[in-house]
């Protein structure tokens, strides 16, 4: 059974073939049957449409890639890395409040009115919880421990306020090095 890439199943940006199904896609018989009359796929779906038939959602292509690192596919793996290796530098950046970490012990703002603040904060502590988030499912998976929690972090609410932002950039840089130690975080554990 060839593997497909994991990140089919995460919202946003579903890595897949431009012009490619999956079985069972309402759109690729129409496209298929467009391609044996030598029609337009518009032409088929008026058809459709006069003959009163349920309507379809269009599809450009829905069949994802081949998973060749681990779970994902190259590219995948690749934009994955290439996450990993800036994470702590953007958790930084967002909880100083979207300026470069000059005096990283200064403690950070409390999440006040302003809103730019405040979503840069959410979005560093969106950043931790998916690491965490990662790192929880594939220690249960591999049945090993998970990374040590620091204090004043919450896997499920991201950093306390009250953390220095030197602490949580320490806390972020250990989550990546724990995630980034282990080759087989991508790996779909059990084999198929
Ligand atoms: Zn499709
Ligand atoms: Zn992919």
Same mark, same amino acid.
């Given at each position: 059974m060839v593997m497909l890439c994991a990140s089919v &199943?995460? +919202?946003g940006r579903p890595c897949t073939m431009f012009g490619e199904h999956l079985d069972g896609c309402d759109w690729a018989p129409l496209e298929g049957e467009a391609a044996r009359r030598g029609v337009e796929v518009s032409l088929v779906l008026s058809e459709r449409y006069a003959a009163g038939l349920p309507s379809v959602r269009p599809c450009k292509g829905c069949l994802p890639y081949k998973a060749e690192v681990g779970m994902l596919c190259r590219l995948c793996d690749e934009r994955w890395k290439a996450a990993l290796s800036t994470a702590t530098r953007l958790v930084s950046f967002l909880l100083s409040g979207g300026s470069p970490p000059? &005096?990283?012990n200064k403690a950070r703002g409390k999440p006040g009115p302003?809103? +730019?603040?405040k979503e840069a904060t959410m979005a560093a502590d969106e950043l931790w919880m998916d690491l965490a988030g990662v790192a929880i499912v594939h220690a249960s998976e591999a049945r090993m421990s998970e990374p040590w929690w620091p204090a004043g972090t919450s896997v499920r609410d991201g950093f306390m306020p009250s953390l220095p932002l030197s602490d949580a950039v320490d806390a972020m840089r250990d989550l990546v090095t724990w995630v980034e130690a282990d080759s087989t975080v991508t790996a779909r554990q059990g084999g198929c």
């Open positions: &199943d995460m +919202p000059a &005096d990283v302003r809103l +730019p603040i």
